[in-house]
């Protein structure tokens, strides 16, 4: 898949598949541009000298959105939104804060992304892939987190009528919707768990970027199940 020439925001990039995501792109020649929040992962990012980076933008504000997007240099190609955040908490013991920390964290972080990455696509369109999850499109099996289960479906929901919205300006919005990701976080937290059904951040990463490529010309309103062998 070539990036050639092609500029690519990535929301998220500093994190674990966001790694995957740029190192990726930036073998395939794409400029990248990868807002942040935690100075510690921007401080081990191995490819902080290759990218834009985009210190303390919270993806949630729509001025500090407008800036990330209005300073990309080059005409933008791909917006990936990696960025999110994710609760274990039953609905009885989560209040209004802890819904709409999570609808904040998925959904709004895509819906200003993609609204501001419309606005600085060029009159050739562009492309847009979002970040559901499994749990998402199988709501039955999200007890216990029913927020965050809430604000990925509406992600996936998001992805799906946007893409139906401006698809005859040649944009075209997809998103991949991943199992439990094979991170060194993840297998900490479940140890028993079998990791080696799990899908890697590469292999998410492949999947990502041909939703976002030039080779990528007709599918568009996807949601693809990115499981492993979960």
């Known amino acids: 898949m070539d990036f050639r020439d092609k ?4 929301t998220g990039g500093t994190g674990a598949l966001g790694r995957a995501v740029v190192g990726a792109l930036l073998d395939a020649g794409a400029r990248c541009h990868v807002p942040y929040v935690l100075q510690a992962e921007a401080d ?3 490819f902080k000298d290759r990218v834009q980076l985009i210190p303390d933008c919270d993806l949630t504000d729509e001025a500090a959105v407008a800036r990330l997007y209005d300073g990309v240099r080059g005409r933008l190609f791909a917006s990936i939104h990696i ?6 908490s039953p609905l009885a013991e989560t209040g209004k804060a802890g819904l709409m920390a999570m609808l904040d964290a998925n959904l709004v972080s895509c819906h200003l992304c993609s609204r501001a990455a419309l606005h600085a696509f060029g009159p050739d369109g562009g492309r847009i892939v979002n970040v559901a999850a499994r749990k998402g499109l199988e709501p039955q099996t999200g007890a216990g987190m029913t927020a965050y289960v809430v604000s990925k479906a509406a992600v ?3 992805t799906q009528a946007l893409a139906a919205e401006v698809v005859q300006k040649n944009v075209l919005v997809n998103a991949v919707a991943p199992s439990i990701i094979d991170t ?3 297998r900490a937290a479940m140890p028993d768990a079998p990791h080696d059904t799990w899908p890697t951040p590469a292999q998410i990463a492949e999947a990502i970027l ?3 490529s030039p080779r990528n010309r007709v599918t568009s309103g996807a949601v693809m199940p990115v499981y492993g062998r979960a």
């Open 7 to 10: 500029t690519v925001v990535v």
């Open 44 to 46: 081990s990012f191995p």
């Open 83 to 88: 960025a999110g955040g994710f609760a274990m």
């Open 156 to 158: 996936a929901a998001l």
């Open 184 to 186: 060194p976080a993840n």
């Open 210 to 212: 041909f939703l976002a």
